[in-house]
């Protein structure tokens, strides 16, 4: 279900960064993506999958990250997925940051964005059919390192 404009009204304020919060770039993050469970096919969990994107704020201190302008009218981005299949299958994703919250990571704070999909051939309701993948995963302008990984039948 998606209330963005709706739920960040009802969620009230981000909480405000401690005085003196150095601002860093995207680059401050380490960004990973991982895969769950490591070996999907239709014989587990029905066939539905997971990739998670975390960004990890390593500093032992408060950080506001800065994103890059989005180059359209709306937020910039935050969580970026694309999964690939050779050249010919793109399926991608991606959040905005809607509010503040976004951008400050506490002291070794991780923040994640759960990507759902399953096996099956809609790939406009998030099914993925069998065969090897890469998946390639950013925050803000900030990448990580791409898997790769195999849909079992």
Do not use: W
Not at 24 to 46: G, H, K, M, N, R
Not at 71 to 98: K, M
């Amino acid at each position: 279900m998606d209330c963005i404009d709706t739920c960040v009204l009802e969620a009230g304020p981000p909480p405000t960064p401690p005085a003196g919060t150095p601002t860093v770039s995207t680059d401050a993050l380490e960004v990973s993506i991982q895969l769950d469970p490591p070996s999907p096919d239709s014989a587990s969990f029905a066939g539905y999958f997971t990739l998670t994107v975390s960004a990890h704020n390593a500093a032992n201190h408060d950080v506001l990250v800065e994103l890059p302008p989005s180059g359209d009218a709306g937020p910039s981005l935050t969580f970026v997925l694309t999964v690939a299949r050779g050249s010919a299958q793109r399926v991608s994703g991606n959040y905005r940051a809607y509010d503040a919250g976004m951008t400050h990571f506490g002291a070794n704070e991780t923040k994640r964005q759960v990507f759902d999909f399953h096996l099956g051939s809609d790939v406009s309701d998030g099914g993925l059919p069998s065969g090897a993948y890469t998946a390639y995963a950013t925050f803000g302008d900030s990448p990580a390192q791409p898997i790769e990984f195999t849909l079992g039948p």
